[in-house]
Structures are given as structure tokens and as C-alpha cells.
């Protein structure tokens, strides 16, 4: 099934961030994220969410993260604080971010065909 993008979610941009990372270093890149979206991250107006992801070779740390608008998510680029938490994910890991707009939504279901 396939829902086309209601008009809420419109405006809404979508953060995809590949971190690659050495595999000793992907737990403590973990914690930061995680902290940095508790402590900052997460109470910039237009936050939505963040889903964080690991990769199970150990060299990447992925990130989804969904944001009011374009200007929200530019307004936490710019959150002094955040550039900070920002600066030690650069330190461990080299990230690949990726703005996006949904344009559909695929979910699977029970009418889905058996392999």
C-alpha cells in the first residue's frame, strides 16, 4: 500500500546521515548522538524526531531525522550549542547528510503475497 504525502507533512524535510566510522569508535559515536539529541538537537523548534541505526559491520551509524521545514532544520545548523555536539560526531566519524522531502509512504500489510 502506498499513501501519498498529506498536506501536513508538506513542508516537512527529512535528514538522512551516514556516519562511517571505525567500529571501535561506533558505540561512543552512538552515545553522542544520543545525547546530542536529547540535550540540544531535540528541543530546537521544529524537531520531529530521530531515529539513530547502526550498521552491523560496525562502520556506520545512520540517522533519520525529520524536521518542521527547511528553516527549522537550517535554524538548528545555525544553534551554537548544537554546532558543538556537531563538531565531536566530525572528530570520530565522517558524516554524509542528505536533506530529502518524503514523496511516499509504502507500508507493509496482511494482503502482502507469501514468498
Known amino acids: 500500500m502506498t499513501d501519498a504525502v498529506n498536506r501536513r507533512d508538506a513542508s516537512q524535510v527529512v535528514l538522512i546521515n551516514v556516519f562511517t566510522v571505525e567500529p571501535d569508535n561506533q558505540g561512543r559515536l552512538i552515545e553522542l548522538w544520543q545525547r546530542a539529541t536529547d540535550v540540544a538537537i531535540g528541543h530546537v523548534p521544529g524537531f520531529v524526531s530521530a531515529t539513530i541505526h547502526r550498521s552491523l559491520d560496525g562502520t ?8 518542521d521545514s527547511r528553516e527549522a532544520f537550517d535554524a538548528m545548523l545555525r ?5 558543538g555536539y ?3 560526531l566530525a572528530e570520530i566519524s565522517t558524516p554524509a547528510p542528505v536533506l530529502c522531502e518524503v514523496v511516499s509512504v509504502h507500508h507493509g500489510g496482511d494482503d502482502r503475497q507469501p514468498s
Open 79 to 83: 544553534n551554537p550549542e548544537v554546532g
Open 86 to 88: 556537531l563538531r565531536e
Open 60 to 67: 556506520k551509524v545512520v540517522n533519520y531525522a525529520q524536521w
